[in-house]
Each structure stands twice: as structure tokens, then as C-alpha cells.
């Protein structure tokens, strides 16, 4: 954990990780059960398959009628449980286990679709590809209500400690230009920007496309700072770059486009960084799908009472419940926090230190806004304090001096506006 | 929802992890090691004080660290509010306000000041971060205009021998106007060589700490520095006007409360701005104010009435900042 200097005049510098050399990438066993997560409520009525059925590796499983939402199964086996999954904030999801079998099936659906026309075409890379490591933004490029003009590719990583996608770039480039070249072809956008950090320019200068720079210490690779500092746009508060016609993309998501058609298979591994109690870093892949508990025994980590496992960064990720909480496509890290090394949250009340208006990137009053989010009064914050131009750093609670839950309050405060809107929108 | 929810799993294995929300790191910093760090800042000029005024000094100051304690601890209970003595906040405010104190003042003086600074100042807007006034400069100013000759610092330390003109030099300054403080060097006000309060004459140990406290980040400097800067072009002004009538700068940055008023005073957190151009407006206006008061106005010193008027309109100046990103102005 980055403490505060001693010199406490100039702004916490969190410089983020990067990769030297290409390190070695250790290999997870496939589990005994894999869980994938699906981002839908769980709905048992309207399921489409059922317990026991068989799946094989890379097959798309389709969950609900009338709904296009899927799932890949990163192994064969049988489902073993459909269940309901709550995230932070209370988000649901649809948790599908599956119980892996002796040998392995690799389904060739998405082969034939793949090879059924010459050319990639959107419509495979929507229905198979959602799943894959790295989350492709498929809806994104299809979605009629806000076209896409341009596609930001990420090779590095916007949390702290993860280099997850600078791996990817270091040892797959290949499978990067190739996904490139299928993302032009399929969504008609030629306008490509990757970002990279200082010391991948050049290898990235090779791929022949446009390489913008972006700063080394956190937040600069935020998508809302990139769209500011490197794209030169605003995107207005509450909105997403994608409604003002940006896409962006991870360096690892374009890789698994690149290899799903290369090899006619949908990738069904996962990279991602793993940070042990000691703050040592190792790159590990596992399938989407492996519980951490697996991992944490591939790496002989024992966890006791009160530590925290973190999925994600620790600006912006999320701490899970169990051990065998599993990977998911989008997993760029997991964390596991010594309780020693966990830092309190106090019931303080702000003190108006006004170090955390030092700190906001999105120029913020933090000291105002936290008053009404404590109060519960989110539509004030959100009509007067600016709520929505929060882009979501944390920043503000890594350096509260009061140690306020700052950052949480905020995203909070979203969500329940956000259940509140859509709720007016459907009785309405 | 403030909290480090221990929640079951719901598998076989017992262990239970802390859930909780981003972000997973903090840089460290807290209200107590702020404070502690403040009372760091303030000890050169706190022991010099002893130096010179010996145990009444001691006594000043214990009496009223402590009994601004026990006010804060009397006001947590009877309000049933969590007790809040460890964050030293109201040690800070009871060592301040003995800081500015006479090293004569009578107890009970001193315990009536830390009521008023705690209960009044503090505790009744709703406790730290809650209070629009500094507490020490709201008890200050109601114990000069309940007990003004409390703070006649000529008469106060009449009894007390030194080695050089024990003058209150602003007193001096108003009363006799500017010949009667020619005789104060700016290196003899440094070193303390005035009367004053027991922590706030010793100027050089006032800029250490200061400086201390800057370069920590925990006070924002640039309150300090457009204090400092008010006040100095204010008194050129005023001198170049009228030098018979009016002192220069020297006389007002290094005589009165002004250096404790930079660094300590003026700089308390919550009734001073957080942002950049409130913060010069706040600090300008504070010092311009100073010096007005002490130029024509009625009090000797004026620092405690100037921040008190900058605390008062504070909300409004901080109001000019900078536009939040992606805001959009609607023109409904
Ligand atoms: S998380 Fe905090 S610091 Fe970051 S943009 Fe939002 S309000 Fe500002
Ligand atoms: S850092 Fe915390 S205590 Fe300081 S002004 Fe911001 S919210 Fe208030």
C-alpha cells in the first residue's frame, strides 16, 4: 500500500505497474467446478437449460427465453447448479456451475459460424464472443441508439498493480494486430486510437496503428481521463464515452477476438495478476470459471479470519465474500489483503481538510457533496454537487483524513438514483 | 453503511472475509496524527513561552489543554455522542487558546475561554468539521470584549522582569503611535523580545512550525502565505500614506497574533475555504482586516475579529471554483 509522503504538500504519487520483462505465466489446472457469472437476474422460470446438461469447452449457452444473454463454458462437464448471485450494491446475477468431466470436448459451433462467410461479421462476434477473457464490448458495437465512431484500445491497465494488458501486449501482439483488423472489418470503424504508456510505445509503434501516450501514474487511464487528455473530449457528466460515439476496448479483449478467429475457438482463459499478502506480484491464467481458492492453493497462499480477497484493482475493484468466489472474463486481478494491512473506515464526519478537493480529477466538492450523501440526500448531490461528474477514481477516500467511505457513498448514491430512474421509467 | 460487513460464505470453509468497498488502500493520513503534528508545530514557541514566563506559563497552558479536554469529554456524554478526545482536536484548540493567553490570566479565565472555545465555538454546530467559526479565535474574541483588560499585555506582565523592554508593541503602536516602536527591531521581534501571549511572541519558532506544517500538507499554505502578503501590503499602504501615523510591515507581521494567526489560526480547517482562489481571497482579506482594525479601528490587535469576518463569509468566497468536469450548463 502506497502511504502518504512525508512531504504532504504535493499530490500522492500512484505510479502503476509495469512490466519490465515478460514474466512467466503460471498455469491453473482446470478446477473440479467451474462458476461463470452471468450479468442478468436469475429468472427460473424462463431458463433454457437445466441441471445436468451436458456442455462442452467453448460452448455458448444461451440462459433465458426472449433474452440474449450468454454464457461461454470454459470447460466440459455437466451444469451442476443455476443459482442467484449478489454483487456489490445488490446487483444480481445468474451463477452456473458446472461439474468438469475426464475428457475434454471443444463444441465447434462458433467454428462453422466463423468459417460459414469469408469475412468476420458482427453478428458472430456479438453471439459468441461476449464471454470471452477481457470482455468484449459486442453490444457496444452494434447498439443502433448511439453508433460508434471510434475504438480505444486499452494496452494498459487502469488500475494499480494489475499488468494484466500490458502481458497481453508483450506476448501476444500478433493476436492484438489480427483482432484489429477483424474489429475495422466488423463495426466499419476505422478510427483505431490504442493508448500505451510510455515504454510500450515502441513496441506498439509496430502495429502500424495510431499509439497515443498516456501518463504512468494513476488515474490517466481512466476511460473519462483518456477521452480528456488523449482524445481531447469531454464526455458530459453522467454520460459514458460511449454515448458521445467512443468505444473502449482492453489490449486482452482485442487479443481474444484475434485468437477466436484464428483458431476457430472462443478463448476460455483468463489472465490476470495476482498480488499476495506481501505485495508480490505473479501473472497467472487460469479458465473463467476457476474458484480463487484453487489459485490460492496453486500459490500455497493460506487466508485466516478478516483478510479481504479483492477481484480487481484496489482503487476500483471489489473485495468478495468466499474463497471460491471464481474468475471472471473480466478479472484483471485478485488481491488478497492481510487484515493487518486493511485499512479502517471511520465514522468521522469531513473535517474540510480539503485534501481530497486536491486530489479529484473531475474538480469535485468533495467536502460539500459528502455531507448530503451521508444525509442520504442524493438528489441534491446530484443537482447541485456535481455527483454525476464523478469518475469514479476513489482517490477521494484513499486520502480522507477523516478515513470516510467517500468513494462508496458516491457509487451508492448512483446506483440507487439509477434503480430509482429506471423504476419511473417502466411505471411511467 | 459504513461498515466492514463480516459476512458469512456459504461454503464448508469457515474462514469469513472482510467485504467491503472500494478503495482497498488509504495513504495513511488521520485526524490525530494531523493534530499531533500540529502540537509538534506549535512546541518551539510553546517552550519558549515557558522560558520566559516560567510556571504561570505551565499552568496557563495545562489548564487549559485540560479543561478543553474534559469540556469536550462532558459534552460527549451528556449529548450521548461518541467520545471524541483521542482525535486531539480539543487538546489542539485548549493549547492554542493558552498559546494567545497572557501568562497571568486567572484560572478561571482560562476554563471559562476553553468552555466557550469548545461548547460554543465547537460542540453546538455539531462537533469537528461542523463549526463555521475557529473555536479558539470565537472564545478569544468573547473573553477581550467580556474581560478586555485581561489582554492588556503591558499591564498584565508588569511584574515580570527581562532583559529587554517588556512593551506590547502594538499597544504601544496605538496609544503612542509609531516613534514608540521604533526602538523594535525586526530581529529582536523574531527572538521574542516583546510581550504578548505565551506562544505567540517567539516569531521565529511560529515560521518553523509553520513551514513545518506546510511542507507537511497539513495546513494549506495558501492561506498562510495570502495572510502574510495582506497584511503587508495593507500596512505599506498605510505607512507610505502617513508614516508618522501608520508602522511599516515589520511591526505587523511579527508583533500581535499575526504569525500565530498564519499558521494556526486562519488555516483551521473547517471555517476556511478549500478551494484555490477562496483560499487567496480568504487569507488577503483576513490580513487587509488586521491591519485596518489595528490602524483605525478600536482594538489594539485585529486577527481575531479578521478571521472571525473571513470565517463568516467564508461559504460564500468559496463558493468561486472550478467547474466541475463534463458539467453542463442547461440552458432549462
Ligand atoms: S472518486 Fe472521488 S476523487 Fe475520484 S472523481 Fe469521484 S469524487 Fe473525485
Ligand atoms: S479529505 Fe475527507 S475530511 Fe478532508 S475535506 Fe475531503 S471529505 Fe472532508
Not at chain 1, 89 to 104: C, L, M, P, Q, W
Not at chain 1, 118 to 137: C, I, M, Q, R, W
Not at chain 2, 17 to 34: C, E, M, N, Q, Y
Amino acid at each position: 500500500m502506497i502511504k502518504r509522503s512525508f512531504i504532504g504538500l504535493s499530490k500522492p504519487r500512484l505510479a502503476y505497474g509495469s512490466l519490465e520483462d515478460t514474466p512467466s505465466l503460471k498455469q491453473i489446472p482446470t478446477s473440479k467446478e467451474v462458476t461463470l457469472l452471468a450479468d442478468c437476474p436469475f429468472d427460473k422460470k424462463n431458463l433454457l437449460f437445466k441441471k445436468k446438461a451436458a456442455v462442452k469447452t467453448g460452448q455458448r449457452l444461451l440462459l433465458y427465453k426472449e433474452s440474449d444473454e450468454y454464457v461461454v463454458s470454459s470447460v466440459t462437464g455437466e451444469v451442476s447448479s443455476i443459482s442467484s448471485y449478489t454483487g456489490d450494491f445488490g446487483r444480481s446475477y445468474t451463477a452456473i456451475a458446472i461439474e468438469v468431466a475426464g475428457d475434454e470436448e471443444i463444441d465447434d459451433e462458433f467454428n462453422s459460424a466463423a468459417s460459414g462467410s469469408k469475412d468476420a461479421s458482427l453478428e458472430t462476434v456479438k453471439n459468441y464472443l461476449a464471454f470471452a477473457p477481457g470482455n468484449p464490448p459486442v453490444k457496444l458495437f452494434s447498439d443502433k441508439d448511439k453508433p460508434i465512431n471510434t475504438i480505444v484500445v486499452c494496452c494498459v491497465d487502469s488500475d494499480l498493480l494489475i499488468t494484466t494488458n500490458q502481458y497481453i501486449v508483450k506476448s501476444d501482439i500478433d493476436a492484438i494486430k489480427n483482432g484489429i483488423s477483424i474489429l475495422k472489418t466488423v463495426t466499419g470503424v476505422n478510427d483505431i486510437i490504442m493508448v500505451a504508456s510510455q515504454s510500450q510505445m515502441h513496441e506498439l509503434s509496430a502495429t502500424g496503428e495510431k499509439v497515443n501516450q498516456v501518463n504512468d501514474t494513476y488515474p490517466s487511464a481512466l476511460p473519462h481521463l483518456i477521452m480528456k487528455n488523449v482524445l481531447g473530449k469531454m464526455v458530459p457528466a453522467g454520460k459514458t464515452p460511449e454515448d458521445i460515439g467512443v468505444c473502449f476496448i482492453s489490449a486482452e479483449a482485442v487479443a481474444s477476438i484475434g485468437n477466436a478467429f484464428k483458431s476457430g475457438q472462443i478463448p476460455v482463459t483468463k489472465i490476470f495478476t495476482l498480488v499476495k499478502k506481501d505485495g508480490s506480484k505473479s501473472l497467472v491464467s487460469a479458465r473463467i470459471g476457476t474458484p480463487a481458492s484453487d489459485i490460492f492453493k496453486a500459490f500455497n497462499i493460506t487466508l485466516n479470519e478478516n483478510d479481504r480477497i479483492i477481484f480487481g484493482g484496489p482503487m476500483t475493484g471489489s473485495s468478495v465474500y468466499s474463497e471460491d468466489h471464481p474468475v471472471q472474463p473480466d478479472t484483471d486481478a485478485i488481491i488478497v489483503q492481510d487484515k493487518d494491512d486493511i485499512p479502517v473506515i471511520s465514522d468521522y464526519p469531513c473535517t474540510n481538510c480539503g485534501d481530497c478537493i486536491r486530489v479529484c480529477p473531475a474538480n469535485i466538492q468533495i467536502n460539500l457533496l459528502v455531507r448530503f450523501l451521508e444525509a442520504g440526500q442524493y438528489e441534491a448531490a446530484a443537482d447541485q454537487y456535481d455527483l454525476y461528474s464523478c469518475i469514479e477514481c476513489g482517490l477521494c477516500s484513499y486520502v480522507c483524513v477523516s478515513e470516510m467511505p467517500i468513494f462508496q457513498y458516491i457509487r451508492a448514491a448512483k446506483y440507487e438514483l439509477g434503480r430509482a430512474n429506471t423504476a419511473e421509467a417502466t411505471n411511467g | 453503511m459504513v461498515d466492514n460487513n463480516i459476512a458469512d460464505n456459504n461454503t464448508v470453509n469457515t474462514n469469513k472475509f472482510i467485504v467491503s468497498h472500494a478503495p482497498f488502500w488509504h495513504d495513511g493520513s488521520k485526524i490525530s496524527l494531523r493534530n499531533y503534528n500540529m502540537a509538534l508545530a506549535a512546541l518551539p514557541a510553546i517552550l519558549f513561552g515557558i522560558y520566559y514566563y516560567g510556571m504561570q506559563a505551565v499552568g496557563v497552558l495545562s489548564l487549559s489543554i485540560s479543561t478543553a479536554i474534559i469540556w469536550e469529554f462532558i459534552f460527549c456524554r451528556i449529548t450521548k455522542r461518541s467520545n471524541t478526545i483521542g482525535d486531539g482536536n480539543a487538546a489542539i484548540i485548549g493549547m492554542l487558546l493558552g498559546m494567545l493567553l497572557p501568562a497571568t490570566a486567572p484560572w478561571w479565565f482560562v476554563i471559562t475561554g476553553t468552555f466557550v472555545a469548545i461548547i460554543i465555538g465547537k460542540q453546538i454546530f455539531g462537533g469537528i468539521g461542523a463549526n463555521p467559526f475557529n473555536p479558539v479565535a470565537v472564545a478569544i474574541a468573547i473573553l477581550m470584549l467580556s474581560w478586555g483588560n485581561v489582554f492588556d499585555f503591558n499591564e498584565a506582565l508588569i511584574n515580570f522582569d527581562f532583559d529587554f523592554a517588556m512593551v506590547y508593541p502594538l499597544a504601544a503602536l496605538k496609544h503612542f503611535g509609531v516613534s514608540a516602536v521604533d526602538s523594535f527591531s525586526m530581529g529582536n521581534l523574531l527572538m521574542g523580545k516583546q510581550s504578548g501571549g505565551i506562544g505567540s511572541t517567539f516569531g521565529l519558532g511560529l515560521i518553523a512550525g509553520g513551514i513545518y506544517l506546510i511542507i507537511r500538507g497539513i495546513i494549506r499554505w495558501e492561506i498562510s502565505i495570502s495572510f502574510l502578503a495582506g497584511i503587508i501590503i495593507t500596512s505599506l499602504i498605510f505607512n507610505i500614506t502617513d508614516p508618522a501615523r501608520y508602522a511599516g510591515p515589520v511591526i505587523h507581521l511579527f508583533a500581535g497574533y499575526t504569525l500565530i494567526g498564519a499558521f494556526f489560526l486562519a488555516t483551521e480547517d473547517s471555517s476556511s475555504p478549500v478551494n484555490f482562489i477562496p483560499m487567496l481571497i480568504y487569507g488577503a482579506g483576513a490580513g487587509f482586516l488586521t491591519v485596518l482594525i489595528r490602524n483605525i479601528g478600536f482594538y489594539v490587535d485585529g486577527v481575531i475579529f479578521a478571521i472571525l469576518i473571513m470565517n463568516l463569509i467564508n461559504p460564500l468566497i468559496d463558493k468561486i471554483r472550478p467547474k466541475a468536469i463534463g458539467k453542463v450548463v442547461e440552458n432549462a
